[in-house]
C-alpha cells in the first residue's frame, strides 16, 4: 500500500510539475533612454502570421490594450510603429511510467518494467514591437508564449489574456 501511494505522489509531481512548465510566459523590455510620455498615436505597419485569420485576432487583442492605456490609433502616421509576429513550434515532452519496483537493489530486483511515451504539442510565440515612427528607433518588446489547443475559442482567450500581461506594466515606470 505505502509503495501504491509513494507511486501516485510521484506521478502527481510529476503532472503539476509538466503542466506548471507549460504555463503561460510573457516577458518585455524597452529601450531605457525612451520618454514614453512623448507618445500619443500609434499606427499598425505589419502583422506576420501563418494563419490570416489572426491578423485581426492580433492587432484587436493589441488594441484594446493600447487603447486602455491611453494611445489613439491612426491609419497611418502614428508617433509609434507597431509590429506583430506570430510563430508556432512543435515540443515534445517525454513520460515514463514504472509498473512496479521489483524487489529492490538490495534484493537483486530493479524498478521493474517502464513504459516510456512522447507526448508532442505546440507552443505558440506572439511578439509585439514598438518603434518610435520619426526615428525609426526600437523601444519596446513584449513576448508571450503559450502552449496551443486544438479549440479556436481557447486559444484566442489565451491571446488575449497574454496581450493583456504583456501591457501591464505598458508604458515602463522609467524613474531616473
Request: glycine share 10%; hydrophobic share 35%; aromatic share 10%.
Amino acid at each position: 500500500m505505502n509503495v501504491q501511494r509513494t507511486i501516485f505522489a510521484s506521478v502527481g509531481i510529476v503532472l503539476l510539475s509538466t503542466t506548471a512548465g507549460l504555463a503561460q510566459q510573457v516577458k518585455t523590455d524597452y529601450d531605457r533612454g525612451t520618454d514614453f510620455n512623448q507618445y500619443k498615436t500609434y499606427s499598425w505597419e505589419k502583422v506576420q502570421t501563418q494563419d490570416p485569420l489572426w491578423v485581426g485576432r492580433i492587432k484587436e487583442a493589441v488594441n484594446a490594450s493600447l487603447t486602455a492605456k491611453g494611445l489613439m490609433p491612426v491609419e497611418s502616421g502614428g508617433d509609434i510603429a507597431v509590429v506583430a509576429m506570430e510563430m508556432t513550434k512543435n515540443n515534445r515532452t517525454l513520460n515514463t511510467y514504472y509498473d512496479g519496483f521489483g524487489g529492490g537493489w538490495r534484493w537483486g530486483g530493479g524498478f521493474g518494467n517502464a513504459t516510456t511515451t512522447v507526448d508532442t504539442y505546440k507552443v505558440g510565440t506572439l511578439v509585439v514591437d514598438l518603434f518610435d515612427a520619426k526615428t525609426k528607433t526600437f523601444i519596446w518588446r513584449g513576448s508571450s508564449s503559450d502552449t496551443l489547443s486544438d479549440k479556436s475559442d481557447k486559444n484566442i482567450k489565451n491571446l488575449d489574456k497574454g496581450v493583456q500581461k504583456m501591457f501591464d506594466h505598458f508604458p515602463p515606470d522609467v524613474t531616473k
